[in-house]
């Protein structure tokens, strides 16, 4: 990477997650150990939840999660068709069928005026994104799956840290799911965590991370431990287990996420306060009674300006060294969607606009004025260029 390059994201490491990742490494209990628990416990209680379940990555979160609801083939999941991929492909993996709905164009999350003409007798759960860490009309997708008496699945993979109305992000639903990827507001390098009131789900949940085992409980008789029971398994699980290692990192995050989201919402001020008279892009929209821990910073051109258009402005941006990407592209536009369910250019006009014209500018804690100034700078100067290029 050209060291004069801005990034598109950036994990914040401090000494603190060092040492702490130094001092599992040391112990030599790399896997199944207490830092994993610690970090579910700081996880509910950030989610105002009462368990928390540690796994390798929120996409595995997700899948579990809507296998221990009994999520399978021949069932319906009602979800956007405007996030990253994983949200819809982990209902694919239950051999269920995604049933798209179109977004809500301020928000980007979607409409809730629409999901209950999509709900039939094979609606088995609502899978509702937190787009971007907004979660705008939580509360709605929330009434709506009480209403109908189906389960409200929280993707909250990009919202640790964010509320509506005071609600913290992963307890709207029946079961929610955090994602710890490096760009998100903490990181375990790889990572996710399940969160919910359910004991029941949880342990279902527990038992599919690890290999279809059973889950001790306090009263178990810790004699089973010399009886072969480690090689008994209750049902057909996965290796989704999070590392200590992972664990650790995560945990040193967590006690640092205030002071994290303080730090992006810094950056987000910047970008809002720098772009806000540009009259150029759409800004973020952000509900009065939503606060938002900002995963990453998205703007979309106006409308009239074609997916080559805006491609061409964020190929500029990256050989000026500015970051940029196209967060994101329709889901039911990619290949295997295509094929497998016969979508195609039309079927959500909102999603698909939208899609088409966003820009994510360089986000991280780190990033500074004259550094959110200058992509600003170059985006105004690469939208300038694609005008004067127009016949």
Known sequence: MNPDEIPLSSPDITHAEIDAVTQVLRSGRLALGPMAERFEHACASVAGTEHGVAVNSGTSGLTIALEALGVGPGDEVITTPFSFIASANCIVHRGATPVFVDIEPSSLNMDPKKIEAAITPKTKAILAVETFGNPAHMDAYARIASKHEIPLVEDC????????????CGSFGR??????????????????MIVTDDSRLADTCRSLRNQGRSVPRATDDTSSKVTGSWLTHESFGYNFRMSEVSAALGLAQIRRLNEIIEKRQRVANAYINRLFDSG???????????????????????????REERDEIIAGMRRHDIGAG?????????????????????????????????????????LSDREVDLVCQTLDLMITRQNLSRP
């Open 157 to 168: 993979c990009e919202a640790l840290g964010a509320s509506l109305k005071g609600r913290p």
């Open 326 to 366: 196209d967060y994101f592209p329709c889901i039911h536009l990619q290949p295997p969607y295509r094929a497998r369910f016969g979508h195609g250019e039309g079927d959500f006009p909102i999603a698909e606009s939208v899609a088409a014209r966003t820009i994510a500018l360089p986000f991280h804690n780190h």
């Open 175 to 192: 079961v929610g799911v955090f994602g710890f990827y490096p760009n998100k507001q903490i990181t375990t390098g790889e990572g996710g």
């Open 280 to 306: 150029r892009v759409v800004l973020p929209t952000v509900l009065g009674d939503a606060s938002l821990s900002w995963f990453v910073f998205v703007v979309r051109l106006e409308t009239g300006y074609t």
